[in-house]
């Protein structure tokens, strides 16, 4: 099952199987660390409802779009777009800027998965418990200033992901998100569960779905649709690629519902775990990305039982980040194997180089992040779902695009809606992320 010539591509086991594994790639920081802040910066329940809507309505219905392309194709972005367009068209160039995006993406995101290794460390050598706010800043400090110990921690996730990725589709892949995606689930119950008991537990719940209609502007409904593709791993080629390894026979549509759905629930999850502990100590919760490696911390170090609730909560990220971080490399493993037919091993061995040679720079200067992430959750992302929206709805061969909706799918009868929604609104509503992007609105 490692290298895939034509013909003998590989397959995931199951249904189940691949729902794992895109709910691997789809569930990550952007959950557990993104989400929860970006509500706290956009004031909570209203945020969230727009949230929702925008999973719904764009999300979800490009997500069944990329698996259907790479479904039907059987092959990775690049070739996708190729083999289903003419030759004179430019579509091919969403598969190519996919797979940029993907390594400019997984260069800083496995800076931030470094944080959560350090984390999980810290917490595993008690050094957080106790620690007073100033404290614990000080550690998150001393872990972005110290470039040697980041870029160790960078690597050491980098090789794991290569190594899974390197062993395959289904032993590689498949196995990995079978034991981590459950348990990943287990450890946010065990977390949910102990924040229930918390007397933050009231508050947090009421700023997560309190409707607070008058902290909604413009630019959070933007922000939302751009979580939304980032959440779902949208425009950059991982369902696509996913998909190609999804049976013919499998129900396509209710698949990408049950993937956006587990995506969901665990971010709200996720919430219902920061906000009340957070809320408990009095700290608050829109302070951006410091959320995880600050404010919690520091709420969980005054707490009884804090210790062994922050090993639990920083096993779980790195879970999290680990299979999302297998999905944005195999975008690239898959790419170069079938375009320069390079053995799996090969392929994974070259991009692993590739990521790490602009990985350590985004780990040394902490500018990049900031930088990069702007680029790619703000352009590359909408742009390639743009790109899938248009290609599936308007330029795909219509009996085609309509056997892979329909095949095995209990949701057939949606057929009609699904289409209208991915011809019109969904390409208005990536328009207008554009436009104010571009400050015109
Ligand atoms: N969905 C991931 C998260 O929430 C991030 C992500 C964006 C991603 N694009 C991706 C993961 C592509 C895998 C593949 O953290």
Redesign the pocket.
């Known amino acids: 099952m490692s290298s895939t010539p034509q013909g003998s591509r590989a397959q995931w086991n199951s249904r189940t199987g691949f729902i794992l594994a895109a709910a691997g790639?789809?569930?990550?920081?952007?959950?557990i660390w993104?989400f929860p802040y970006i509500t706290g910066e956009n004031g909570g329940g209203a945020f969230v409802l727009v949230y929702l809507l925008c999973i719904l309505l764009v999300g979800a219905p490009v997500m069944i779009a990329e698996i259907m392309l790479g479904r039907t194709a059987r092959s990775s972005p690049v070739n996708a777009f190729r083999s289903l367009s003419s030759r004179r068209e430019p579509w091919v160039g969403v598969g190519i800027l996919g797979v940029l995006a993907?390594f400019v993406?997984l260069s800083y995101?496995s800076t931030v998965a470094a944080w959560a290794v350090h984390f999980t460390f810290l917490s595993l050598t008690d050094s957080i418990a106790g620690g007073s706010a100033d404290a614990i800043k000080g550690l998150f400090d001393q872990l972005t200033g110290n470039v040697a110990l980041g870029v160790g921690w960078q690597l050491g996730f980098l090789a794991l992901t290569v190594g899974v990725v390197s062993a395959g589709v289904t032993s590689g892949i498949e196995r990995c998100s079978k034991v981590m995606m459950p348990a990943l689930f287990v450890l946010l119950l065990v977390l949910m569960a102990n924040s229930f008991t918390l007397d933050g537990w009231n508050e947090g719940m009421e700023f997560l779905f309190g409707m607070r209609l008058e902290s909604l502007t413009a630019q959070s409904v933007l922000e939302a649709l751009g979580q939304g593709f980032?959440?779902?791993?949208?425009?950059?080629g991982?369902m696509i690629t996913y998909g190609s390894y999804l049976s013919s026979k499998d129900d396509l549509t209710s698949a990408s519902l049950a993937t956006a759905g587990t995506?969901t629930l665990v971010a709200i999850m996720a919430s219902l775990v920061l906000f009340p502990i957070v809320f408990t100590f009095g700290l608050e919760p829109g302070q951006g990305p410091d959320l995880l490696f600050v404010t919690l911390p520091t709420a969980l170090a005054q707490m009884t039982g804090g210790a062994i609730l922050s090993v639990l909560f920083f096993v779980m990220l790195v879970f999290?980040?680990l299979t999302?971080?297998i999905?944005?490399f195999e975008?690239a493993a898959a790419y170069l194997q079938e375009e320069f037919g390079a053995t799996r091993k090969k392929a994974c061995l070259i991009a692993g180089a590739a990521v790490a040679a602009i990985g350590i720079p985004a780990t040394a200067n902490s500018q990049w992040f900031g930088v990069a992430d702007n680029i790619v959750s703000n352009w590359l992302?909408p742009l390639g779902g743009l790109g899938v929206a248009l290609f599936v709805a308007w330029r795909m061969d219509a009996a085609l695009r309509r056997g892979e909706f329909e095949a095995g799918s209990r949701l057939a009868g949606f057929y009609g809606t699904w289409l209208w929604i991915l011809k019109y609104p969904v390409p208005v509503c990536i328009v207008l992320v554009f436009l104010s992007a571009v400050g015109v609105l």
């Open positions: 790639s789809a569930v990550g920081l952007g959950n993104r993907g993406l995101y980032f959440t779902l791993s949208l425009g950059m991982a995506d999290a980040a999302s971080a999905a944005m975008v992302l």
